[in-house]
């Protein structure tokens, strides 16, 4: 594996578009909710420390990834935001169901991409097992909320 050891969540906030003026909505699974409150502080802390304003993050909890698309869906709808981040976990199980989670939970989140002209950022961790969703929600291989929240800021100034 080419990341065996290496942290992909360092960046260099001099190049990062100033989120002052941005507003984020964050939709949080709350299935293996371990994994997806660390995922959301690396979402919220790098947010924040690229200027986004606490009052300018809004955050709504659903069940499971699963309902990440409906509740990504409402936000885009309800709330004047402009860029969404989805954060889940679906960890690997004895059945088929991880298979037609993560389908269509990313197929979900692609279309409302698709539908919609405000991003909706992808940070579903879709492991084999609890100890690759710890590496990845803040452990050895960094935080994938972090990476989701960098690619929030700049999906939402594109174009702009």
């Known amino acids: 594996m080419a990341t065996e050891n290496k942290n992909l969540s360092a ?38 420390d690229c200027g986004a304003l606490t009052e300018n993050i809004i955050r709504w909890n659903v069940p499971g990834s699963y309902e990440l698309t409906f509740g990504c869906k409402k936000m885009l709808a309800t709330q004047n935001v402009d860029a969404v981040i989805a954060i889940g976990s679906v960890i690997r199980g004895e059945t088929s169901h991880f298979d037609f989670v993560c389908s269509a939970t990313a197929q979900g989140i692609k279309d409302l991409n698709v539908k919609y002209d405000t991003p909706v950022i992808f940070c579903v ?34 174009g702009t």
């Open 11 to 48: 960046y260099d906030k001099s190049s990062i578009p100033n989120a002052a003026t941005l507003r984020f909505g964050i939709v949080v699974s709350e299935w293996n909710e371990t994994i997806t409150e660390g995922l959301y502080n690396g979402t919220f802390e790098a947010l924040v």
């Open 125 to 158: 961790l879709t492991d084999n097992n609890l100890q690759q969703a710890l590496d990845r929600s803040g452990g050895k291989h960094g935080n994938k909320g972090t990476e989701a929240a960098i690619a929030a800021i700049k999906m939402a100034v594109l």
